[in-house]
Structures are given as structure tokens and as C-alpha cells.
């Protein structure tokens, strides 16, 4: 069984890849979702910075991911990486 592991976005119901797929038309994968953090998608980009600075982002609202969430569900929009294995 071959593996892929691709980013893509959840859009409308649907699963879109950032990336073309090396797939036939209609041919059916299994599909295993793993969920993004900000965190992890962050990560290493405010190295180098003084503290202070890391501070104002890290508690500011310009840039929280919480902003407009409501009962705890993932932004529209927000990428996840995808495991796809052919079967």
C-alpha cells in the first residue's frame, strides 16, 4: 500500500489538497485527517525576537486564533495534513 502525506484545506464540506495528487480519477484512499495547531504551524517563527515582542503577539488579538471561534470549532479555511493510502 502506497502513502501520501499531503496539506489540504476544509472547505464546504470538503477536503481540498494544496497540492496536485498523483491520483487516478475516482480511485478510492484511505484517508486519515490530522488537525493543525496555530502552534504548529508557527512554530519557529518568532525566533530571534526579543522577548517583549513575542509577548505582544503571543497575548495580542491581532493575531489569536481564538478571535470569532465559537464552541470550540476549527476555522473555516484552516489546513490540516492528510495521510492517503491507496487501496
Known amino acids: ?16 489538497p494544496l497540492t496536485p495528487l498523483p491520483l487516478q480519477n475516482e480511485e478510492k484512499v484511505l484517508l486519515k485527517v490530522i488537525r493543525h495547531s496555530a502552534v504548529q504551524e508557527t512554530q519557529g ?8 515582542i513575542v509577548q505582544e503577539v503571543a497575548e495580542g488579538d491581532e493575531f489569536s486564533v481564538l478571535a470569532g471561534r465559537s464552541g ?8 490540516a495534513t492528510l495521510t492517503a493510502s491507496r487501496e
Do not use: N
Not at 517563527?45 to 517583549?52: A, D, N, R, S
Open 1 to 16: 500500500m502506497e502513502t501520501l502525506t499531503i496539506h489540504a484545506v476544509y472547505e464546504d464540506g470538503k477536503l481540498r
Open 72 to 79: 470550540g470549532s476549527k476555522p473555516s479555511g484552516e489546513a
Open 45 to 52: 517563527l518568532l525566533q530571534g525576537l526579543e522577548p517583549e
